[in-house]
């Protein structure tokens, strides 16, 4: 098949001392070879999460306690922490928002790629430094025979996000998860790494999984999108279906978020008023009910089905889209 990885009814939750807090709640998404998907949501909504129990790297007290993660037809549920380390860095690899913690402090920038790439290539340090070098010209850091030789502190956030960017594809890995890649930059930095996201996807045919906050972000760089809240995927589709044809109203008000203008980092977002829910007692209906300005009595008691668009590939579980539920003439007008 060419589904790199398949996400089946996953359930991820954390004993905590207070009870279970049921992180991720069933949630199934896939991602073909090659090709590059947004997973976006607030903090809280179970993104990170997510990211985490694909690469097994969740701390305790958090446990996957359902569903499936196929990679290559395989589940990694099941694989010990053994079989996940020959995985990690090689097959998926992983950036996180702040590169400065990811990077070693005490060494160079070219050590810690060619690191990398023994750690997991039968390369010689000689070669592997070769590679380091063919890294950072691959991922655009300008005089890399002399940066190679830099620390991270020489190094600016964009051009450390590159160097991250660098040792993560150094593998050639079959998927990248870039949890808020460019979160911590400014809007420049940011377009530019994104772009090197996206041009690097053409280039290396792997697959990526980008994760954000930021509707905004996934546009240029991903063909489709998963929107999570409350630890459940409210609607899914792809960037044609989110942006210009989004059913859900959590959606609705994240597009409102976006700045219109995106070089104006001063512009005033609209954030959607609320808070997320509860996770330790999660609501028994629509996890958006609290926040959502069409809620109707259903929505409270009942979580709703996903309701699929006629194609299939565009779903989103919400009440609205019952065949029975009330006009919200509102609500048909931003549909689109
Ligand atoms: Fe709003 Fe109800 Fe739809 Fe949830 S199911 S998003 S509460 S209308
Ligand atoms: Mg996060």
Redesign the pocket.
Known sequence: SDKLLEVKDLRTSFFTHLGEVKAIRGISFDVEKGESIGIVGESGSGKSVTSLSIMKLLLYPGKIVGGEILFNGEDLVNKTNKDMMAIRGNEIAMIFQDPMTSLNPVYTIGDQIAEAIIKHQKLSRKEAHERALEMLKLVNIPDPEKRIHNFPHEFSGGMRQRAMIAIALSCQPQLLIADEPTTALDVTIQAQILDLMKSLNAKLDTSTMLITHDLGVVADVCSRVVVMYGGLIMEKGSIRDIYYEPR???TMGLLKSIPKVASDEKQRLIPIPGTPPDLLNPPTG?P??AR?E???RI?NTQQ?PYFKSEDGKHESM???LHPDAPINEKYELLKG
């Open positions: 859900h109203p959590y629509c958006f009910y959502c069409y809620a109707m929505c709703p919400c009440w609205l």
